[in-house]
């Protein structure tokens, strides 16, 4: 029997990683969907919440980086931005060859008035973790981030 239980093994471990996988994948779609609907309220996508919270967190940024930031091209992001810019939320400036993107006031007001909400959103979905737990959570997932980091080089 303790044969045959360790033939077995991989087979586990094969099915528990693709668990793992699809656990992952459909927790994200799902969250992803979730935070969309959330925003609409605020006449916002996920991407353009992405440029508004990474801007504002920096005050100032540059579009390559904030492309490198949110795994997107720079045609992606040129796309973004321009949009974001037609409705307000973001100045563009050009510094010799670096193009740098910064909050309009009406953008900056958004982000604080949404800051809020959005704590209060993300509070609610995770309540049902304890602190430890969650602590677990993220360094779980952060060394399943990293993991995956080190396979693009």
Same mark, same amino acid.
């Given at each position: 029997?303790?044969?045959?239980?360790?033939?077995?093994?991989?087979?586990?471990?094969?099915?528990?990683?693709?668990?793992?996988?699809?656990?992952?994948?459909? &927790?994200?779609? $799902?969250? +992803?969907?979730?935070? #969309? %609907?959330? !925003?609409? *309220?605020?006449? @916002?996508?996920?991407?353009?919440?992405?440029?508004?919270?990474?801007?504002?967190?920096?005050?100032?940024?540059?579009?390559?980086?904030?492309?490198?930031?949110?795994?997107?091209?720079?045609?992606?992001?040129?796309?973004?931005?321009?949009?974001?810019?037609?409705?307000?939320?973001?100045?563009?400036?050009?510094?010799?060859? &670096?193009?740098? $993107?910064? +909050?309009?006031?009406? #953008? %900056?007001? !958004?982000? *604080?008035?949404? @800051?809020?909400?959005?704590?209060?959103?993300?509070?609610?979905?995770?309540?049902?973790?304890?602190?430890?737990?969650?602590?677990?959570?993220?360094?779980?997932?952060?060394?399943?981030?990293?993991?995956?980091?080190?396979?693009?080089?």
């Amino acid at each position: 029997m303790k044969k045959l239980a360790k033939e077995n093994a991989p087979d586990k471990v094969k099915k528990r990683n693709r668990q793992i996988w699809f656990l992952l994948s459909r &927790t994200y779609h $799902l969250q +992803l969907r979730q935070f #969309g %609907l959330f !925003l609409k *309220k605020w006449g @916002l996508t996920v991407a353009q919440y992405e440029v508004l919270k990474r801007i504002a967190e920096q005050e100032r940024i540059s579009q390559k980086d904030l492309a490198e930031k949110l795994f997107v091209s720079k045609g992606n992001v040129t796309q973004l931005i321009t949009k974001m810019e037609n409705l307000g939320y973001i100045h563009r400036d050009q510094e010799w060859k &670096t193009k740098y $993107l910064s +909050l309009t006031e009406k #953008g %900056l007001t !958004l982000y *604080k008035n949404l @800051l809020p909400e959005e704590e209060s959103y993300f509070t609610l979905r995770f309540e049902g973790l304890t602190k430890k737990e969650q602590k677990e959570l993220v360094k779980l997932l952060q060394k399943i981030y990293d993991e995956e980091l080190n396979f693009e080089k």
